[in-house]
Structures are given as C-alpha cells and as structure tokens.
C-alpha cells in the first residue's frame, strides 16, 4: 500500500509484558514520527527521526520506551514491562522532511490489563 | 515552549450549518508552522492544511476555509454547510522551525458530531 502502515492493529498484553510496535512509512519519506494517544486527548509527542537517527528522545515517557529505525524505513518502537497506563493509541507518521505534512498510520491500540 | 488550545471539547450541529472550530497558539518563534488534521471514527488522522507563519492570507478548499490571524495567535477552521460525514475529531497542531526538526504540538482536539 502506498500509505503507513503500523502492526499489530490491536494488541492487549499483561501488565509486565514487553510489547513491540511495528511502523512501515511511505517510501522515500526520511522522517518518521511517533506519537501517543491517550483516550479522549491530544497527540504526544514520543520521538523523531530523521534517516536512521533519533536527534530528540526526550518525548520518551520513561526509560521502558525505546525505538529504533533501520534502512532509513522500519521502525519500531518497544515497551518494556509495560504497565496500565501504557495504554493508548500509538500513532506513527512519516513525511518526506522537515516542515511537510506528516501522513499517519491508523495506529496500533495497545491495551495493558 | 509551544501549546495549542483547542477551547471546544464538542460541538454538536445539525446537517447544513456553518461552524467554526477555534485553535489558539503560543510560540516565541518567528517561523512557526501550523496544521489542522482530521481524525474520523476510523482513527487515522487525515491532514487538512498546513500554513507558515508568514502567510496570512485565509485559505479556502471547497467547504472548508481557514483563518489566521497572527494579531490573536489564531488558526481556526470554519466547515461551511456541514455534511454527517464531517463528523470526527479535529486537531491543531504547531511547528516551530527553530526545534531543529519538524514534531508537531497538538491540540486536545475538538470532536464535532453533524446530525442529519
């Protein structure tokens, strides 16, 4: 598809779990954003990169959240023992750079019971 | 330090009217970008418009229209004649071109329901 794709869709995990959330943007888009959203709220802000490298980290909520990017395409974002109020939407964009649309993935609802 | 205030939770109106969704910045930037996206019940956000700070001339794509006025750190969106299938969660979001990279801040965002 032309368009960004994140996996799972869903995915309910207990509480203590690792979980991985997969982003696949458009071809040829170098930046690639990942945001939380929380029930009935905004948007945060999580990470940026831009190629392979992640210049601003400090959206991160805490040191059990990490993402990486590989070939300047995949990019993934873990949760380490997860807990409940990890849970939300997490949505992945990509744009072709700075200042341009980003187009979002429909997200992947994580549940932490 | 940005923030986006999208003051209207929820806004309800019948098929037909005209509305506005009202979106507020704050920046210290110069340069800043702004955006309006949409998010219907399928939950993939749609983008909408994307302004600079130095364009102020309103922007208009068929039913919808936009206003920026830099007076009032305002960004807001008016639907006109609005249809059922507008109904979904519309967000503001900022850009500051001086944060080296381009994250969008977001609004809460505003959910409008258009009842037939």
């Known amino acids: 598809g032309a368009g960004v794709s994140q996996s799972p869709s869903n995915k309910v995990t207990e509480k203590g779990k690792d979980v991985e959330l997969r982003c696949d943007p458009i071809s040829g888009h170098t930046a690639l954003y990942w945001y939380r959203q929380r029930l009935g709220q905004g948007l945060e802000f999580l990470i940026y990169f831009q190629g392979n490298s992640a210049p601003d980290k400090s959206g991160l909520p805490s040191d059990r959240f990490s993402a990486e990017r590989t070939g300047e395409s995949v990019s993934t974002l873990t949760i380490q023992r997860t807990q409940q109020e990890d849970s939300a939407v997490y949505l992945c964009a990509s744009s072709l750079g700075e200042f341009t649309e980003a187009f979002f993935g429909q997200g992947t609802r994580l549940t932490v019971v | 330090a940005q923030k986006v205030t999208q003051a209207q939770t929820e806004i309800s109106v019948v098929e037909k009217e005209d509305v506005t969704l009202d979106c507020v910045y704050e920046t210290r930037d110069t340069t800043y970008y702004l955006f309006w996206y949409k998010q219907p019940p399928s939950g993939e956000l749609v983008f909408l418009i994307r302004?600079?700070?130095?364009?102020?001339q309103n922007e208009i794509s068929g039913r919808y229209s936009w206003n920026f006025q830099k007076s009032t750190s305002s960004f807001n969106f008016t639907i006109t004649a609005s249809q059922v299938v507008d109904s979904a969660v519309y967000f503001c979001?900022?850009?500051?071109?001086?944060?080296?990279?381009?994250?969008?801040?977001f609004g809460k965002g505003t959910m409008l329901l258009v009842s037939p």
């Open positions: 302004r600079n700070s130095f364009d102020e």
């Open positions: 979001a900022l850009s500051e071109a001086t944060s080296g990279y381009s994250t969008l801040t």
